[in-house]
Structure formats: C-alpha cells, structure tokens
C-alpha cells in the first residue's frame, strides 16, 4: 500500500484503508492481501509488510474494543513510520471457532493465508504495546529463513502442578514466553507446526497453561527449538524496549457496588470448621451478599442446603442448583453471579474493579480458561477453584436453555463450558484468576483476583500477602 498518503497528510483515510486490507473477517480480501505481497517475499531482513502481528482478543464486547483500539494505534504507528505496512490481525475474527485462543488450532489458517508472504509472526496481548521500529531492529537480527521462537522467557520458581511437574530436576533448563511481552515465530517454524498439528497429537487434552504448552509444543523433547531470549520484549518500560505492558487490571471507572455481586461459597460439612473459617478471616467481610451452600444446615456459620448430597468429585448438581437459587426471589438481586470454592482466596475489591469493564446485561462467563480438546472442536471453560463470575444474562440463559447435569457429580466448571459453547457463548478469559497457588505461576503478581487450595500453606498468609490491599479501595 503506498505510503503517499502520509506524505499528503491524509493519514485517517490511511488508517481506514489499512484496517480493511488487514481485515481477518474477509478471507477473499486476506487471499488477495497474501496473493499481492507473495512475490515481495525477500530472504534478507523483513520490513514491516513481511510482519503479521496477532493480536490475541476476545469475542467478549470489552475486549473486542479494546484490542480494535490497539489494532488502530498499530497502524497508525506504522503510516507515521514510513517502512512498510504490517498484516493485523484479531484473532477472535480468524474463524467461528471459539478454541482458536489456544493458537495451535489457527496456525494451519495463517500458514495458508499469509505463510508465502510473511517472515514472522508476532503475538502480542491486546494490552501489549509496540513500537514498530524497535521491533522490526529486533527480528533484523535473526535469518527469516530458519526456525526462531523468540520472547522474554519465564520460568517456574518451584515445580508447578499447572505444567504437571515439568523440569521439577533443573526448573531453569526450560523456559516460556511471557504473553504479556509478545512472542514471534518464524515463517519456516509456523509453517512447520501447521503441517505437524494435521497429524501430531496434543499430550493431553486440556489445555491449562497455554503459554507453557505452545512452548513445550515446539521445543519437541529437544527436537524443535528452545525460546530465544528477546532483551527488548518488555513488561516494564525501560530504554530500547519493542514492547511494553501496563496491566491485566484496567481502570474502567469506579468499581461496581458490593450489591452488584452475589457470591455462592460451596462447601461440605467436613469443611464447615476447617476451610470456613479462613473465608470468615480473609474475604467474607469485603461481600454484601453471601450464602454458604453445603449438605448440612448449619446455623452457626450459616449455611444453606440446597438437597443435593455431597459429592467427592464433580459438584454439578449443587452448582446449579445455585444458578436457579440465584434467579429466584430467595435471594437479593444482584448483576453477577460469583460461585466460589470454600478453600478459593479472593479479592473481591479487585473483583469489583474488573467487572466495571463489562456490561451485565452481555451474556458474560468470565474467570481462568482452561479448554478441553481444542485441536478436536472440543470446547473452553472456566474453572471452578479460581472463582467463576456469570452476569445475571448469562445465567438466565444458561437455566431457560436446558442443558444441564449429566450426573449431580460431573465436573461443574466443565458443564458449564460446555453448555455455553453449544449456546455460542464466548468464555472470557481473565489471567488475573487462579486455579492453582501463588507459587505455581511465575508471573504472579500483586494485581491477582484470586488463588485456590490449602495445601501445605498457611492461606492466611497467603490472603495477606496477595490478595489484601495496603490501600482501601473504593467501597461503594
């Protein structure tokens, strides 16, 4: 695309035009886009319009804008700079599939669409800013013709439940891409995975920790490369950085009010006097609604039985047995719904700040997506232990829906996400929640809504340390 129009000053319509050569939702216009830049392809350094840059969005309305609004500023940055105009992409706008996010099940798509006429490929969050020159000076570095997997590497600080004890012996042997700096892939790489995910399978089915799976993936028990440190792909702002990122916690406003959020803590009898008294010590005081769904009655905590026996496994029936309890006049009502285990710290100031970014009238399931045999049309969810949040939308449309328990102890959080899936509900996605411990992740910060499981630590501490504020936030 001539970059006259900047020279003319008309750098709108430039922007305009940009977005809709670049435009996923099109795929006339992505074989025309590829067709037009096939045979511009050089084997020397890339210039911009050899880069695709995949900004990894939501379906969810919020996060739509918001990594639109990044997709401007990128190519506005990219007229203003004169050198070259870089394919971008929204990846919920690649296809109808919802388990695109874990990125294998796309990369046959972009192979095909823009593997002749691109030399790398860039991911970034829609939080992630970049500055084009710097990193086009990075991928100048490496030659487009071999296999490069590049970004700022983590590592696990102790052996993880989350990536299944992995390098429990050397923990630094191995490392993987924080997302929030971005993370590249050569085109011969790309390639190369589009081929091989046609016909090799995944270890397991569920997909937990993405960015340690992707590089697990490629790393091939040695067989495929190993991450390549990138000094400039920044979180924090430093000199020379391509990339930066402020947080996973936006400022949309004021928080929400206590009375906006209903929150379901479930328990058992056997916890009532060892898990509910840390929720009693922590969190319970930062909640205007709240209800303890148990087996038993007990008045002492209190706690409500809904008639659904305990389960040892999945705790299906109760959970929805919440999920009508919550749309009836039994209980306050509230735009969302938080359904938590008895042994989950949260922050639920943090928690009211989130859900000022999303509209409760949208259908909304919103907390940590974990998904279930994405490379075979399987299905996201979110899981239970980190916190589930539904807006009130979306649990009137789950419950008028049908679907339901197969058995009062199937996997809940999985259910869940299978129902909303056949509903054509978008699972939104929020790193903030954890299923696991703080020490679990390595990049855990102080910003995190939530952690869950007692074992071998004392959660109080825990609470205290993570997820108590210094500072009171605004409570309305």
Not at 26 to 33: I, Y
Not at 74 to 90: F, N, R
Not at 405 to 410: E, G, L, T
Request: charged share 20%; aromatic share 10%.
């Amino acid at each position: 695309m001539s970059h006259h129009y900047v020279m003319d000053g008309c750098k709108l319509v430039t922007v305009l035009l940009l977005w809709l050569g670049t435009s996923a939702g099109d795929k006339h216009a992505g074989r025309a886009h590829a067709a037009e830049h096939q045979e511009h392809t050089v084997h020397g350094p890339a210039g911009l319009e050899e880069v695709v840059l995949l900004i990894q969005s939501q379906r969810n309305t919020f996060h739509a804008r918001h990594a639109a609004q990044r997709k401007v500023e990128i190519l506005q940055q990219a007229a203003e700079l004169g050198q070259g105009v870089p394919v971008v992409l929204l990846l919920h706008e690649l296809s109808d599939y919802e388990g695109d996010w874990s990125i294998l099940p796309a990369l046959p798509h972009l192979s095909a669409f823009y593997g002749q006429s691109a030399s790398w490929f860039f991911f970034i969050e829609e939080g992630t800013s970049v500055t084009l020159s710097a990193l086009l000076q990075v991928l100048h570095r490496y030659q487009v013709q071999e296999e490069w997997f590049l970004g700022k590497p983590l590592y696990d600080n102790e052996a993880s439940i989350i990536h299944h004890y992995a390098f429990s012996e050397d923990l630094g042997s191995f490392s993987y891409p924080d997302p929030a700096a971005g993370w590249a892939l050569s085109t011969p790489l790309l390639q190369r995975l589009a081929e091989q995910i046609q016909y090799k399978s995944l270890k397991s089915d569920f997909t937990i920790d993405l960015k340690h799976e992707i590089a697990l993936y490629i790393w091939e028990e040695g067989n495929g490369p190993k991450l390549t440190t990138v000094p400039e792909f920044c979180t924090e702002t430093r000199d020379n950085c391509a990339t930066t990122f402020t947080s996973y916690l936006p400022n949309c406003g004021d928080p929400v009010s206590k009375r906006d959020v209903f929150v379901a803590v479930k328990t058992c009898q056997k916890f009532h006097s060892e898990r509910v008294p840390v929720v009693k010590a922590t969190w319970e005081k930062d909640a205007e609604f709240l209800e303890y769904y148990s087996d038993v009655t007990d008045a002492s905590i209190p706690t409500i039985s809904l008639g659904v026996p305990n389960t040892e496994r999945g705790h299906c029936g109760k959970t929805f047995a919440i999920l009508k309890r919550f749309l009836s006049k039994d209980v306050p009502k509230a735009d969302w719904l938080l359904i938590v285990d008895d042994d989950t710290l949260i922050s639920l100031p943090r928690l009211r700040q989130l859900l000022r970014c999303y509209d409760p009238k949208e259908v909304v399931i919103l907390g940590e997506r974990y998904g279930y045999s994405l490379l075979q049309s399987g299905y996201s969810y979110i899981t239970g232990g980190g916190g589930m949040v539904l807006s009130r939308s979306a649990v009137s449309r789950l419950v008028s829906s049908g679907c339901g328990c197969y058995s009062d102890d199937a996997p809940d959080d999985m259910v869940l996400g299978r129902c909303f899936t056949s509903l054509g509900v978008p699972i939104t996605h929020s790193p903030l929640f954890h299923q696991a411990q703080p020490y679990d992740y390595s990049e855990a910060t102080q910003e995190a809504i939530s952690f869950h499981k007692h074992w071998n630590i004392d959660p109080l501490v825990v609470y205290n340390h993570w997820l108590q504020d210094t500072q009171p936030r605004d409570e309305l």
